[in-house]
């Protein structure tokens, strides 16, 4: 079930809803929550919803252990078993793919669906457990509360990724006032508006290319453009719509996008890009090397693993490992030497960064169905003819100006005007929902999306 369908916007959700703000007890609306959540994810996967029940119950069982006595042994075996299940699930296949292309050996390829969400939740029920062998945090006595934590569907399938720490409070006491649920309302639209408007019409630009054959120089960059943005859309949209919903249940998760592509530097773009995941390694894998403190080589080294496991986390395939050491040549770059050069320019260093983003998820998209990693880099770099651009600009022209302007503080500084007046606000609403909701239903060719001249 996905957040911009049908059956979730007019089902689901408002059944949801209604079911959660008639109860008066808090522990009454958990246990709503909590069914919800699991049905949620069980909609699509009903198997897997027993890993992710098993994956909560290793960490509510370690926890409780960590309480009693922290062994460093244990905390290694907490670890090595959260991750053996993204090992085998998520990357088994491409492990023996590659024992048997380097030894020559020939096992079979396990075949095996990657369940949905399970590198979000790994990684929240692993801090989780951490958390609490550092005794950043008491252990949840409750399993049904700790399972709430890693299940709630909100932010199960795309994040932000959540520590326990930031939400425990609210797992026992919450309050859900009109003016969370109005705000929540208004950032799910906007998130869902980001999804179906901007990111799936993106998508048929990009599926057209894919179709296509001896394509130009200019129709690859054109491509390569409308993937950054897609990305963009269809990731951050989930994340508004996520953090709309959990403040309507009366949580506050934390901010994910902060407008990446308006930075001025690959660290910042970092700082500002799927930010709980980069506040993740961070937390967890970086400073426990020792950070910055132990000397500029050891950093560097630091550096390197972090990024080269932020690679690996995004997906089994070489293309993302590349991506994620690209960039650790980047940052480690700029720490070395670029970064005061960069901090004193103004326009240049936003064109430097926004050419080796677009030339990064050019890596990541490598790995799509019809797209060959070679070829891509040949084509982006080396002239070419081919199919023209010309056609899909002026079909796609002002989709492309609008989603670059959305990418800016401009748009936030007009929803900011909307917003003062009570009736543009709820007539900005209701607009982007019922557009939203015309393409969910399938009216693609309306000239709300792109324009045919």
């Not at 911009?4 to 007019?10: A, G, K, T």
């Not at 630009?205 to 894919?210: D, W």
């Not at 506040?279 to 390197?304: C, D, S």
Request: aromatic letters at 18%.
């Amino acid at each position: 079930m996905v957040f911009s369908s049908l059956f979730f916007l007019y089902i689901f959700l408002p059944l949801c809803l209604l079911l959660y703000f008639i109860q008066r007890s808090l522990t009454a609306k958990n246990i709503v929550l909590l069914c919800a959540s699991l049905v949620f994810y069980a909609w699509g996967e009903p198997v897997y919803v027993l890993l992710m029940l098993a994956v909560s119950a290793l960490n509510w069982g370690f926890s409780l252990a960590f309480e009693k006595k922290r062994s460093r042994a244990l905390l290694a075996l907490c670890v090595a078993l959260n991750l053996s299940g993204l090992i085998v699930f998520k990357y088994a296949g491409f492990l023996v793919e590659n024992c048997n292309a380097i030894f020559k050996t020939a096992f079979a390829v396990p075949q095996i669906s990657l369940p949905i969400g399970i590198s979000f939740y790994t990684f929240q029920a692993l801090s989780y457990s951490v958390d609490v062998y550092r005794k950043d945090v008491a252990a949840q006595r409750s399993y049904w509360k700790l399972l709430l934590y890693v299940s709630m569907f909100p932010q199960l399938i795309a994040g932000p990724i959540v520590r326990y720490a930031d939400i425990a409070p609210q797992l026992d006491s919450r309050q859900t006032t009109l003016e969370d649920v109005s705000s929540g309302a208004c950032r799910f639209v906007i998130g869902l508006s980001k999804k179906v408007l901007l990111a799936n019409v993106l998508y048929e630009l990009i599926t057209a290319f894919q179709q296509s054959r001896d394509l130009s120089v200019l129709y690859f960059w054109l491509y390569a453009v409308s993937f950054a943005l897609q990305l963009y859309f269809d990731f951050s949209g989930y994340s508004d719509m996520a953090i709309g919903l959990g403040r309507i249940f009366g949580f506050r998760f934390q901010e994910n996008f902060n407008y990446p592509y308006i930075s001025g530097s690959i660290t910042e773009f970092w700082r500002r890009w799927h930010m709980t995941l980069s506040g993740w390694f961070r937390e967890y894998v970086y400073i426990p090397l020792g950070g910055n403190r132990k000397g500029l080589k050891r950093q560097i080294f630091n550096l390197f693993v972090v990024e080269l496991l932020t690679g690996i986390w995004h997906g089994a395939n070489w293309n993302f490992i590349c991506w994620g050491l690209y960039y650790f040549v980047l940052l480690a770059a700029e720490k070395l030497f670029l970064l005061p050069h960069l901090q004193k320019g103004k326009v240049w260093p936003h064109i430097y960064t926004l050419f080796l983003v677009v030339v990064g998820w050019a890596m990541f998209v490598g790995n799509d169905t019809g797209v060959s990693f070679g070829l891509l880099f040949q084509k982006l770099f080396i002239p070419s003819g081919g199919v023209s651009p010309l056609y899909f600009l002026r079909n796609y022209g002002v989709l492309l100006a609008v989603s670059v302007v959305c990418c800016t503080p401009l748009i936030e500084k007009l929803w900011d005007v909307l917003r003062r007046n009570v009736v543009t606000r709820c007539a900005a609403i209701l607009t982007l929902l019922v557009i939203s909701t015309a393409y969910v239903v399938g009216s693609t060719n309306s000239p709300f999306l792109y324009f045919n001249f």
